[in-house]
């Protein structure tokens, strides 16, 4: 499945994005003010196939949402343009697609009535299967390499 694989490279890459605070979900914590910030959590992906027969090599599209977290909005959107700099454009370092490209389509800063924002950025990335990784019987190769005398 590439859902794990590829959040797992997103979780990698934002590292040390909002002082590493990088989230599946959002921390519970006893009282609002024991709260840190600023902080990262994933939200939806939407995986979507591509078999090759179109425009676009076999692979997968994902769309995929993250959402930021302060009590600052400036602060959200300085959290928002790190993140860019590191996906938008990027390498995600992922073996059985590696070649993945990523952009982002929207962004959003909403202000709670608890006085926190919350920033929203959407992104595509765009996975393409790479069959150089396979042998001839559709079995991946060690570590995917290509073998002595190949070309891609």
Avoid at 132 to 146: A, Y
Wanted: net charge negative.
């Amino acid at each position: 499945m590439i859902e794990p694989e590829f959040q797992r490279a997103v979780f990698q890459k934002l590292g040390s994005v909002a002082g590493g605070r990088i989230y599946d979900r959002a921390p519970q914590v006893e009282r609002p003010e024991e709260q840190e910030y600023p902080y990262v959590t994933f939200g939806r992906f939407i995986v979507t196939s591509r078999d090759g027969s179109r425009r676009y090599r076999k692979g997968f599209d994902i769309s995929f949402r993250l959402h930021t977290f302060d009590r600052s909005g400036l602060e959200v959107r300085g959290v928002q343009a790190a993140i860019y700099e590191i996906l938008h454009g990027g390498d995600m370092g992922m073996t059985y697609f590696p070649t993945v490209f990523v952009s982002r389509n929207d962004t959003d800063v909403m202000h709670e009535p608890d006085r926190i924002s919350h920033g929203v950025c959407e992104y595509l990335a765009r996975c393409t299967w790479s069959p150089w990784l396979f042998d001839e019987n559709g079995i991946l190769r060690p570590e995917g390499r290509i073998l002595p005398g190949e070309t891609i």
